[in-house]
């Protein structure tokens, strides 16, 4: 992993590179913001790049999973990983659906694996939450747990150093 990392370092320029490793799932900004930092960027340029990466994909998974999923679900070989991974996230959902907006901040804010941006907008599209409601927490909860990164980061570093 840390060659391909390295690799994309290499093709693309740093800041590049962070904002689209933010935007990948799993990894988001929890991953690129440590990536950046390590790379020579300063915790706060690594935490704007990092957020505007993983914000990015939102709207687009917002608008696009439901259709996306459906049209997948009518396949016999992405029938079963559909369903396994609707299931995984609104097993995650409770939270969400007891305080709305608030519990998808808080969700998209814990800075632990299986939460972030990624899952935080599956649920948000398979509970249909609407945008005007989704959009602003998923930001929120993921401005949340940058400032939250950006401080282990940087306390990291200072160590380090």
Same mark, same amino acid.
């Given at each position: 992993?840390?060659?391909l990392i390295q690799e994309i370092f290499n093709f693309l320029s740093v800041e590049t590179?962070?904002?689209l490793i933010a935007a990948l799932p799993i990894i988001e900004l929890r991953g690129a913001i440590p990536i950046? $930092?390590?790379f020579g960027l300063s915790p706060l340029h690594s935490t704007i790049l990092s957020f505007i990466g993983s914000i990015a994909v939102v709207p687009i998974l917002l608008f696009g999973i439901r259709p996306a999923f459906d049209l997948l679900k009518k396949t016999k070989l992405f029938r079963k990983t559909i369903e396994r991974l609707t299931d995984r996230s609104?097993?995650?959902s409770d939270k969400i659906q007891k305080y709305g907006a608030w519990?998808? $901040?808080l969700f998209v804010a814990i800075p632990l694996p299986g939460t972030g941006v990624w899952t935080g907008t599956l649920i948000a599209a398979l509970l249909n939450i609407r945008f005007k409601w989704a959009f602003p927490a998923?930001?929120?909860g993921n401005l949340i747990a940058a400032i939250l990164i950006m401080t282990l980061s940087?306390?990291?570093v200072n160590v380090l150093s």
């Open positions: 992993m840390g060659e590179a962070v904002i950046g $930092v390590s609104l097993s995650k519990g998808l $901040v998923i930001l929120f940087h306390g990291v």
